[in-house]
């Protein structure tokens, strides 16, 4: 065993490959120009339709569907499937009940996060699991090197391992059978009558209005086979992701696109779906979670769905070190509009004495309105607090007038837009 398992770090080397179309490449190619399309995590992905900023308000005023069968699906389940999941997940995977869904965190025993995912509890010892599509390999092979027993499970019994191996099965995979899922989301307050146009039943119907957050059911959509999910990444509290059978995606998505003509439901892209999350104030992995400033869960706001009160998850030893913490993630909401420079992921924050107190990890601009959010020293973040923005030079020239290409935290620099922190997340 290696010295960086014996820590309990997994290292896991992405491998890069060509990517590939979406399962839905070619219905985008009529919306929209190969231009437009874009790699994303190994998939060939529109990144916008017709505007960012006009998909961006369709999921605010009407709705919009998305293309997530990039996401990562898979099934855990059979005997022992409730207990594995407890110890690989921080949140009581217990206290699920069948139709209902929880976000959690997947972390490795020297407390670093490999994902945070959706865990859907199917059945008694029948879970679904969406993953990040970037982090999709990576947590095949966690999970593989975790039933194979190759990996240090907790840094204080290096000998300790897990009881139990449950089946998992890649659920994008068709060779996986009849109930294969693949993801396609319809978010904003139109989406409940876009989905009853799809059925005459009045029970399903009566399902689909009344269903809340993190709860889904299992019915049929135009004669298709379908998981309605309350759940999504754009901070409408209407919004819903219906996971279907690869081989139905293009039927599915077609029938959505149909019955969505007289609610305002518009194609959207990689660009509003960042766009969204932002003014929503959700996380990214990479951004406001991990990423090079190695965010932790409590820092990002989400120290709620890392249980430490469990007995055991792997991680907990390492993570409960990181509960009291000197940085967080707030959101702002930031100067836009014709004429002004947007603010980038890296800009650095300042307080009142011109002092960097933080970065921005993720910034957008919708119209008039902009949004950011940024990691910083949490004695400053209180809600309706001013704060300054540096930028970062974007040029070879801007470097060669003085500007700064990094900053640290203490910099004395000088403001040049400003930023107003909100409240943390959104609903719309």
């Given at each position: 065993?290696?010295?960086?398992?014996?820590?309990g770090?997994?290292?896991?080397?992405?491998?890069?490959?060509?990517?590939?179309?979406?399962?839905?490449?070619?219905?985008?190619?009529?919306?929209?120009?190969?231009?437009?399309?874009?790699?994303?995590?190994?998939?060939?992905?529109?990144?916008?339709?017709?505007?960012?900023?006009?998909?961006?308000?369709?999921?605010?005023?009407?709705?919009?569907?998305?293309?997530?069968?990039?996401?990562?699906?898979?099934?855990?389940?059979?005997?022992?499937?409730?207990?594995?999941?407890?110890?690989?997940?921080?949140?009581?995977i217990?206290?699920?009940?069948?139709?209902?869904?929880?976000?959690?965190?997947?972390?490795?025993?020297?407390?670093?996060?490999?994902?945070?995912?959706?865990?859907?509890?199917?059945?008694?010892?029948?879970?679904?699991?969406?993953?990040?599509?970037?982090?999709?390999?990576?947590?095949?092979?966690?999970?593989?090197?975790?039933?194979?027993?190759?990996?240090?499970?907790?840094?204080?019994?290096?000998?300790?391992?897990?009881?139990?191996?449950?089946?998992?099965?890649?659920?994008?995979?068709?060779?996986?059978?009849?109930?294969?899922?693949v993801?396609?989301?319809?978010?904003?307050?139109?989406?409940n009558?876009?989905?009853?146009?799809?059925?005459?039943?009045?029970?399903?119907?009566?399902?689909i209005?009344?269903?809340?957050a993190?709860?889904f059911?299992?019915?049929?959509?135009?004669?298709?086979?379908?998981?309605?999910?309350?759940?999504?990444?754009?901070?409408?509290?209407?919004?819903?992701?219906?996971f279907?059978?690869?081989?139905?995606?293009?039927?599915?998505?077609?029938?959505?696109?149909?019955?969505?003509?007289?609610?305002?439901?518009?194609?959207?892209?990689?660009?509003?779906?960042?766009?969204?999350?932002?003014?929503?104030?959700?996380?990214?992995?990479?951004?406001?979670?991990?990423?090079k400033?190695?965010?932790?869960?409590?820092?990002?706001?989400?120290?709620?769905?890392?249980?430490?009160?469990?007995?055991?998850?792997?991680?907990?030893?390492?993570?409960?070190?990181?509960?009291?913490?000197?940085?967080?993630?707030?959101?702002?909401?930031?100067?836009?509009?014709?004429?002004?420079?947007?603010?980038?992921?890296?800009?650095?924050?300042?307080?009142?004495?011109?002092?960097?107190i933080?970065?921005?990890?993720?910034?957008a601009?919708?119209?008039?309105d902009?949004?950011?959010?940024?990691?910083?020293?949490?004695?400053?973040?209180?809600?309706?607090?001013?704060?300054?923005?540096?930028?970062?030079?974007?040029?070879?020239?801007?470097?060669?007038?003085?500007?700064?290409?990094?900053?640290?935290?203490?910099?004395?620099?000088?403001?040049?837009?400003?930023?107003?922190?909100?409240?943390?997340?959104?609903?719309?």
């Amino acid at each position: 065993m290696t010295e960086k398992q014996y820590t309990g770090q997994f290292h896991y080397e992405v491998t890069e490959a060509e990517p590939r179309p979406s399962l839905l490449y070619q219905r985008h190619l009529r919306l929209t120009k190969r231009s437009r399309m874009a790699n994303f995590a190994g998939y060939i992905m529109p990144l916008w339709y017709s505007t960012p900023s006009k998909e961006h308000q369709a999921v605010r005023r009407a709705a919009g569907i998305f293309d997530c069968t990039h996401m990562a699906v898979l099934e855990v389940a059979g005997p022992g499937s409730t207990e594995f999941l407890h110890a690989v997940t921080s949140n009581d995977i217990k206290k699920l009940i069948d139709g209902k869904a929880q976000y959690s965190f997947v972390f490795d025993a020297a407390g670093n996060i490999l994902d945070d995912i959706i865990v859907y509890r199917r059945g008694d010892e029948q879970y679904m699991l969406v993953v990040n599509a970037a982090n999709e390999s990576k947590i095949k092979a966690y999970f593989n090197a975790l039933q194979n027993r190759r990996v240090v499970i907790d840094t204080e019994t290096p000998e300790k391992q897990l009881e139990h191996q449950p089946r998992i099965r890649d659920m994008k995979d068709t060779f996986a059978g009849k109930d294969c899922r693949v993801d396609i989301a319809v978010q904003g307050p139109t989406t409940n009558a876009i989905l009853c146009r799809l059925s005459d039943d009045l029970q399903i119907r009566e399902k689909i209005n009344s269903l809340t957050a993190f709860r889904f059911f299992e019915t049929e959509l135009d004669g298709i086979n379908c998981i309605i999910s309350r759940t999504g990444y754009s901070g409408s509290s209407t919004g819903v992701e219906v996971f279907v059978h690869p081989e139905k995606a293009v039927k599915l998505w077609d029938a959505l696109m149909e019955a969505g003509k007289n609610f305002g439901l518009e194609p959207c892209g990689l660009a509003s779906r960042d766009s969204l999350r932002i003014e929503a104030g959700l996380p990214l992995y990479g951004h406001e979670l991990n990423g090079k400033h190695d965010i932790s869960p409590f820092e990002a706001g989400y120290g709620w769905a890392v249980k430490l009160r469990k007995r055991f998850f792997i991680g907990k030893n390492q993570i409960k070190k990181r509960k009291n913490y000197k940085m967080q993630i707030v959101r702002l909401q930031t100067v836009s509009g014709k004429g002004t420079r947007p603010v980038r992921a890296d800009d650095a924050v300042l307080n009142s004495k011109g002092e960097c107190i933080g970065w921005i990890t993720s910034a957008a601009a919708v119209d008039s309105d902009g949004f950011a959010q940024a990691y910083i020293d949490k004695k400053y973040a209180e809600e309706k607090k001013h704060l300054g923005i540096y930028y970062l030079a974007r040029s070879k020239r801007q470097v060669e007038q003085g500007k700064k290409t990094s900053a640290d935290l203490g910099d004395k620099l000088e403001s040049e837009t400003h930023g107003t922190i909100v409240s943390r997340s959104a609903k719309f």
